[in-house]
């Protein structure tokens, strides 16, 4: 649902991009398009890094983990979403001192525009945040899949996947 | 520094922890043990800043163009075109993947996305007609590649953005020597299946009819490179915009040709989502691990390590050349461009080479790299596409094609006029 | 004393010649070897300009330097430090930054918890242009590459449209017709080749100065004894700072020689540019937009308190005065 919103969000700005253009050959110039875009960039890579981990997207090189029998591709498909939601809690917490910033100083984009950029960095900073809290519970699942020993269902959740798989 | 954090980079690989998390990992432990400053309380603005990018939209535009030719049924129908023409060599459709490849390149900016939309369409012909799985998994993932040497070219934009190089004039330089690639992949092939014909599948032959009749399903990609490529000519759009341009244009072709459905377009906004993010977190953690090793000093030492050895320009570039392999074998390859372009261009360019040229250069070199275990990109995706067989097949199967980037290279090096003269010329 | 140092971008003469071997060189040679730098940029660095200072605030690194119109989305009040048009001299423009400068250290203070060590100049920003241009009129309906948010107020006051190309981009887009006109300095123009692309130049600095400010993170800089202070203030005042503004009155000149081609030009062979001098009724013209337009939406944006400040000292020294409702 998230990732269709995104993608819309992302056909919106293409249209955008394309009115800019238009009205450009026309002599009206309205900017900006440029500027947003940047920020529409910013919203889809980290609202889309939690869908990216749903559907296992990111990449894994698992030429040893192919090699490996069921728990052990186990632990190691354990490590790797550790590390994955220890590592988005870090980017969530060190992220937030930028939003701060901005609303401490009422910064605005140094352009034409000038956006109040709390807006794009909120909706920015709360997509890392979801990250970190889909991945987190992602650890608590596995964990408990692996404590109940149903190895077959975890690796379902936080396994690894080749990017054809993912197509078909 | 530099040895631990390639040694401790291939641990954490082979751990098969996500690639885009290796390098945040990396970057973490270079500000423990290598930095006296406070490096994390960077991580913030670096992520902020390296994502808020009008630029790197590019990515999401081309990967969804992509998207929208294979699930409109353009990239099939361009396929089996192309397969008329060619099948006649020897290597039959071998060719056909060389040649849908190398005109997808010529829309999309993304090699990852070139080969996905070409393994999808090609393997399920390959067990059909009895071809060797190595040679024809090989072309793909080596045809793949092209994908960021023929024009537009998400790396040919980073690289540009990176070292303020005019996007277009890289644009007309990578366009020669990507088609002389795709004719040398061609003759490679045609060679290899001549001296040992197994190689090749059952021979067919198309008649003169068949093959006009089928040049109309070549028009769609024409008509979506001249307009890509012509509106960033004729200044109606930069770069950039050019893949909005693009995708509008594409959508429009897969509406003319009624592939355009509700879930059509949801299948592909999830999927340009999917890959987006995943391409996203590897460049934000390159990124982030860049700003660490050079706020460590990496810069100094890779410099010192360059002008230390006190080579003559063209030794410097011996180096460089081999570096860069040798890297491009483990690292992503636009972690790799944005880690070290900074760094080496300068050195370069204050050596006397042109910037434009080390550009192309470069972009064989990681064209390379996305096929060279065992971080290769493209053979992933072409494994993924087979649903059987070892991903070592596609390994051998790249080889002959890594010798032709090879040669490449040494003919980039001995006649630079082979990137140059396009954008020197127009 | 080990210091992080931040650079602006590498690819521009003042690093090169000035940043560079004064922190790398003379700097810690002056300090008998007291003073250790470790030197990066931030291009190098892979951060936006505007984070330079929002990064220095942290404590990421010691010193930090970039263009001041780069960090006045944190700091509106910081653009007063480079109005355009008000300065045509690198004389005036020095007066102008010397004026400013207490108004800068309080900014830096306040915003950025750092102490300001220098201000020096990038070349003046001046205009090229494809096709005939005569005066500043003549822009009105052109469309202009600008460099600065009040650089783009202004064009657009003065009825110009303000485009936003890349650098790189420049020469493809004069030459196409995408863009009529382009701001940047005379010696980046004449490096980069637009002169191959552009006819006439308007040598009136319609970008500003784009000064560059120097500064330390302020817990830093109390952490430092007061001779290392002290040394440090005075080698970069005698060694960086004079040098850097003394080259630029001279650069403005050869530059100039080299993109019109009178007189010499030690860069190469002179371009054959059409020298526009900024008339009488052209800095009148750009006062009173200046005055009734562009300085009236920047008071808003900085507030009353720091225009005020503005008026007394700058304002003086420049022989404008915005005027406080
Ligand atoms: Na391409
Ligand atoms: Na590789």
Same mark, same amino acid.
């Given at each position: 649902?998230?990732? $269709? ?16 253009? $238009? ?146 | 520094?530099?040895?631990? *954090? ?151 934009? *980073? ?19 990507? +088609? ?6 061609? !003759? ?80 592909? +906004? ?93 972009? *064989?070199?990681?064209? !390379? ?21 070892? +991903? ?35 | ?12 003469? @003042?690093? #090169? ?5 004064? &922190? ?40 930090? =330097? ?11 009040? @910081? ?29 830096? #203070? ?31 309906? #052109?469309?202009?590459?600008?460099? %600065? ?43 980069? %080749? ?21 500064? =330390? ?10 001779? =290392?202070? #002290? ?13 850097? &503004?003394?080259? /630029? /009155? %001279? ?16 860069? %190469?062979?002179?371009?054959? =540019? ?52």
């Amino acid at each position: 649902m998230i990732a $269709l919103l995104v993608g819309l969000v992302l056909t919106g700005c293409v249209i955008l991009i394309i009115a800019d253009i $238009l009205l450009r050959e026309v002599g009206i110039s309205f900017g900006g398009a440029d500027e947003i875009s940047g920020y529409v960039m910013a919203g889809v890579a980290s609202w889309g890094m939690s869908y990216a981990l749903t559907e296992l997207a990111h990449v894994r090189i698992d030429l040893i983990r192919l090699r490996l029998r069921q728990r052990g591709k186990a632990m190691l498909d354990l490590l790797a979403i550790i590390a994955l939601a220890g590592t988005s809690i870090v980017i969530a917490v060190q992220s937030w001192p930028v939003l701060q910033k901005t609303i401490e100083r009422g910064s605005r984009a140094n352009t034409p525009l000038e956006t109040p950029l709390w807006i794009p960095q909120s909706i920015w900073l709360s997509g890392w945040i979801w990250f970190a809290v889909c991945s987190s519970v992602l650890v608590i699942l596995t964990l408990s899949l692996l404590v109940k020993r149903n190895l077959e269902q975890a690796d379902a959740l936080v396994g690894a996947r080749s990017e054809l798989e993912l197509e078909a | 520094m530099i040895f631990t *954090v390639t040694a401790s980079l291939l641990g954490l690989l082979a751990l098969s922890i996500p690639v885009g998390i290796v390098l945040f990992l990396l970057g973490f432990g270079v500000d423990q043990l290598f930095s006296p400053f406070p490096l994390l309380r960077g991580l913030g603005q670096v992520v902020w800043s390296s994502s808020n990018s009008s630029t790197l939209i590019a990515i999401p535009f081309f990967v969804l163009l992509g998207e929208i030719l294979v699930r409109g049924g353009i990239a099939e129908r361009t396929y089996e075109a192309l397969d008329k023409w060619f099948s006649w060599l020897p290597g039959g459709l071998i060719h056909a993947n060389i040649g849908t490849a190398t005109m997808f390149s010529a829309t999309s900016g993304s090699s990852v996305a070139t080969a996905a939309t070409v393994a999808t369409v090609a393997m399920p012909q390959a067990e059909k007609l009895g071809y060797d799985p190595k040679l024809f998994s090989g072309a793909i993932a080596a045809g793949g590649t092209l994908g960021i040497m023929i024009p537009p070219s998400i790396n040919l934009i *980073v690289y540009g953005f990176l070292t303020e190089t005019s996007i277009p004039r890289l644009f007309l330089a990578g366009l020669i020597p990507g +088609l002389l690639m795709a004719v040398a992949f061609m !003759m490679v092939t045609a060679i290899l299946c001549k001296i040992k014909p197994t190689l090749g599948g059952t021979s067919r032959s198309f008649t003169w009819s068949e093959r006009i009749g089928s040049l109309q399903h070549l028009l769609p990609i024409v008509v979506l490179f001249l307009v890509v490529i012509g509106s960033i000519y004729a200044g109606w759009a930069t770069p950039t915009e050019s893949a909005a341009v693009g995708v509008a244009i594409a959508m429009l072709i897969a509406a003319f040709n009624r592939g355009v459905s509700r879930e059509m377009i949801e299948r592909c +906004l999830y999927g340009t989502v999917r890959i987006t993010a995943m391409i996203m977190l590897v460049i934000i953690g390159a990124y982030f691990l860049n700003f660490t090793l050079t706020a460590a000093g990496m810069g100094r030492e890779l410099k010192d390590l360059l002008t230390g050895l006190n080579f003559s320009p063209m030794g410097t570039l011996m180096v460089v050349i081999l570096l860069y392999i040798v890297l491009g074998f483990f690292i992503e390859t636009l972690s790799l461009m944005v880690a070290t372009i900074p760094i080496i261009v300068p050195i370069m360019t204050g050596m006397g080479f042109d910037k434009v040229w080390f550009g192309i250069l470069l972009i *064989v070199l990681i064209e !390379m790299a996305l096929i060279t275990p065992p971080v290769g990109l493209n053979l992933y995706v072409v494994q993924g596409a087979r649903k059987s067989g070892r +991903l070592s097949d596609v390994m051998l199967g790249v080889i002959p094609f890594v010798l032709v980037m090879l040669a490449m290279i040494a003919l980039l090096v001995a006649v630079p006029s082979v990137a140059l003269f396009l954008p020197d010329i127009l | 004393e080990d210091l992080a140092v931040v650079g602006s971008w590498s690819s521009l003469p @003042l690093n #090169k010649q000035f940043e560079t071997p004064f &922190w790398t060189e003379e700097l810690p040679a002056a300090s008998n070897g007291e003073i250790n730098v470790q030197m990066t940029t931030h291009d190098q660095m892979g951060i936006g300009g505007g984070d330079v200072f929002r990064i220095l605030n942290d404590g990421v690194f010691d010193v930090g =330097m970039t263009v001041a119109d780069y960090a006045v989305g944190d700091a509106p009040e @910081l653009e007063g430090l480079d109005v355009p048009l008000v300065a045509n001299t690198a004389e005036e423009a020095q007066a102008m930054v010397e004026a400013a400068r207490p108004m800068v250290e309080d900014i830096f #203070k306040e915003r950025f918890n750092s102490k300001v060590l220098a201000i020096a100049p990038y070349p003046p920003q001046v205009v090229f242009c494809k096709g005939d241009v005569t005066s500043l009129e003549d822009l009105k309906g #052109k469309k202009v590459r600008g460099s %600065g948010r009040m650089t783009t107020k202004f064009l657009e006051a003065l009825g110009a449209n303000g485009v936003n190309v890349a650098f790189s981009e420049v020469p493809g887009a004069l030459e196409r017709g995408v863009i009529d006109c382009a701001v940047t300095g005379a010696g980046s123009g004449y490096s980069a %080749g637009w002169w191959e692309v552009s006819d006439h130049l308007m040598t009136i600095p319609l970008g500003g100065w784009d000064p560059v400010v120097t500064a =330390m993170n302020f817990d830093k800089w109390n952490s430092l004894s007061p001779e =290392m202070q #002290k040394l440090i203030t005075d080698e970069v005042n005698s060694k960086f700072e004079a040098p850097a &503004w003394a080259a /630029a /009155a %001279g650069a403005l000149e050869a530059d100039i020689a080299c993109l019109t081609g009178n007189g010499t030009c030690p860069a %190469g062979d002179p371009a054959s =540019m059409t020298l526009v001098e900024a008339s009488d009724a052209d800095l009148a013209k750009a006062k009173e937009i200046l005055t009734t337009v562009v300085l009236p939406e920047w008071a808003e944006r900085a507030g009353a308190d720091w225009v005020k400040r503005w008026n007394d000292t700058v304002g003086k020294t420049v022989g404008v005065a915005v005027p406080l409702s």
